[in-house]
């Protein structure tokens, strides 16, 4: 799609400066911007790229002096960052227009399925799952028997969903993302083992976020729980029977051994591992790569592996870098004494 | 499904004290029942969730001594565990009762598909592939040109097998497992690299389960060989020309290099990584998190990047956390002398 | 297919020595030679397999001197090497032979597809891609709206490419790849966290190859870029607006948050991970299991978490494991105090 300069200018009841009938077909930042994109100025540090963007379009506050010519149009605002957001939204929307079921996915009869909803090509909607309205799921994703997925959600394309999953509303997906496989649950039996099964399921609650390739297993009974608004990124993995809280972030590739119940509010860094059977309370931030082997109390920051207060943990690697001259510094001693 | 107390006893051959008509739909624990759900008491500690649970059948022993009323329905058996955990089983078999090969799914006409199979909605079964008899293949699953796959495989969806994999019988492949993917081989060619052609493939004997979103890359030359009974977590990388020995248990994230040959019942914690052309003993255990950058005998137990004996890294980590009083007291010393 | 000696030698401009009619159907290393395949003797080394060998056919050097029978068939030509390598890049490139667009493929009506493309079953392409020529798509494979793809890629099965994604020519995706999920941004919002719309790309330049279940992320605005001849291997993690540099080498399971930037012909090692917004050098190189939390010179080399230069590290680290000899060295210099 494109846009001139005097169409944006009436969506936003922006002043334009330049040619109106400049057209852009998407945006960029403006140090980075080239012909046919818009851009916008907010910070003053960015003023001196002003002059030089290849932009086509500026969005810039109202009340910017010029210190010389500008080649792109601009579009004066109250408040150029709100402006140029407002655009990135609708942008955005746009990019999930479609509706309806692809004549080429495969939708159980027994399934359920909202107003307004897409269903791309060689998705599998299994028997008896129920699609809220607005709904879009992206090609080749399966959705397993007797699951629920709210309103609004966004999944992504080849997302697997076992079944029985619970997803809420205004969750979205992203391809690759693995909900209600086993639990690793087995039990020894002389040498080899017995699997346990794992016949529980995962509940996802509304306006969750999960990143490609993450795994979310299933209960061995009852529910892994993802409560409200919490954010995985990619590659994570999450363990049977884990209860992760309210609005917790959680960055790439950590993972999460069964049973651990992590509080509301939690950060925690990327490459993280957790051991099972933990509890850790709210507002918990835990350094990336720290691997957490027990509870951790509200409102803790913690780094290392295994984990204790970031602040020791920083002065241990201090000391843990000059080593060599303390080991130096020892042998001289035992020498004088 | 739902079931009557009296038909879950006539199951198990229970005796019925309660309510013979109440019905149950799902499995929960004792602690977490809810109405419709069937749990067990056979841990004395537990006994106390009897008198509250909201489970509206539980199994317990028969020599069980109530101590005040219980508002669920009971069936007394000799061995609750025993008779739960025989439910669950059956619970879960009940899971995988499809047949039949799905009319939106693509399978060449070469292929040979042994009875009572399933091959669900968009799957893709290519030339020469050998599928045996009871394997259930959930949607949107793709086997590769001449992939053998055994009988009774548990295979879920979005499973990807290369050409030329081979799948031994009982085999569970968790949602979007990764069979024989190219081992990460380059040769350089002054500032590029040329690839290293993978031709190899991917042996996986019997009994083994792997988790979601894991790789296992094909060999070089020769097979990448998961043994009999191994058990593989989520998102493990398996490199080219790998071993891995029968009934080896490898917790999620970890990454193991090229060429190296694990052995029969080691333990690997989650995260781990080990560098490529090492020889690891029988019965080993790794600590997670750990970085093996060397071969391990026979029965080791390490910790560490680079790793060492595990109480060795215990004892030292302690002392990395004393490291800031141990340089002040070097210091203090120094002003001594 | 089978081959016999005789085919092979007039292939390879080979002598024979033994049976021109025993037939082979795959390769193998000397050392795991079974009947039926063709092996290869050049590393001096390995010359006393070759008496053993169950092989049925074997390229030598022209000079070889035998010392006892051998019961393969010899193919002796000037390099045996290369003969071999020779073969081995003509076996695989017969594994890519396919073309046409599979009947239960999807293909939007606003898609142009090059010549010779295959594009397999299952596979979807979204309104207005444009696909190279000789570029094979294996099953159930999302190409995203807008996207581009060039001449001579493989992308096996099961990935996952998100609208305007960009993809150079011989650039090679493995399964469950994922290209173009977004990027984790969230702007605090009192508790929870509003999402920041992603509306960037990915860019893959020319031959470039990414390993299974490997996730790309978009950038907010503008590009994440991955430059030519990069080397990805499995299940490694690309946050929004990364830029990799040319032929930079990334072992599995390696993190990099957003922004940051790396140099040209980098290696880095397994899990390692990144945080975000640095820069790291051309030519640098950092082990396995680091931790890299500020930007690098060009040639660094280093280690850790967070990562230092390599040699001080492994210093470090063997005091580390001294700790507690330094510790009881430490008090009984007290003691004498």
């Known amino acids: ?23 852009v077909h998407n945006l960029s930042k403006i140090e980075e911007g080239k012909e046919g994109t818009l851009s916008f100025l907010a910070n003053p540090q960015y003023t001196r790229y002003l002059y030089d963007t290849e932009a ?43 509706t309806g079921v692809h004549p080429q996915a495969s939708v159980s009869e027994s399934a359920t399925i909202g107003t307004d909803v897409y269903i791309g090509a060689g998705c599998v909607i299994d028997d008896h799952v129920t699609i809220g309205a607005h709904t879009k799921i992206y090609p080749n994703t399966y959705v397993g028997a007797h699951s629920q997925i709210g309103d609004e959600c966004l999944i ?10 619970v997803i809420g509303s205004k969750v979205t997906l992203h391809a690759g993302v693995v909900i209600g496989s086993d639990g690793f649950g087995f039990a020894p039996q002389g040498e080899s083992y017995d699997k346990v099964a794992q016949i529980g399921n995962v509940i996802i609650e509304d306006g969750v976020e999960i990143g490609a390739n993450t795994s979310i297993d299933r209960a061995t009974l009852g529910s892994t729980i993802i409560r409200r608004g919490v954010k995985l990124d990619n590659l994570i993995q999450v363990a049977h029977n884990v209860e992760i809280g309210e609005n917790t972030v959680i960055a790439s590739q950590t993972g999460i051994a069964g049973s651990t119940k992590i509080g509301k509010n939690v950060m925690i860094g990327g490459q993280v591992g957790m051991v099972g059977h933990l509890t850790i309370g709210n507002n918990v931030k835990i350094a990336a790569q720290s691997g957490i082997a027990g509870d951790l109390p509200e409102g803790a920051i913690v780094q290392g ?8 943990y920083k ?3 201090v000391y843990f ?11 001289q001693l035992k020498n004088q004494a």
Chains 1, 2, 3 share one sequence.
């Not at 210190?67 to 990135?88: C, G, H, M």
């Open 56 to 98: 086509s379009i500026v969005i810039v506050n109202q009340d910017l002096a010029l210190e010389k010519a500008v080649k792109a149009t601009l579009l004066r605002v109250e408040d150029a960052y709100a402006a140029f957001a407002q655009l990135l939204e609708a942008y955005n929307q746009n990019r999930h227009q479609k």
């Open 156 to 165: 992504y394309s080849g997302v697997q969903l076992y079944d029985q999953s």
């Open 1 to 23: 799609m494109e846009f001139s300069a005097q169409q944006i200018a009436d969506m936003l009841g922006a002043r334009i400066e330049g040619d109106p009938q400049v057209k």
């Open 321 to 331: 870098r000059k080593l060599p001259q303390m080991a130096k510094d020892i042998d």
């Open 305 to 312: 592996s295994p984990a204790f207060p970031i602040g020791d």
């Open 315 to 317: 002065k241990s690697y």
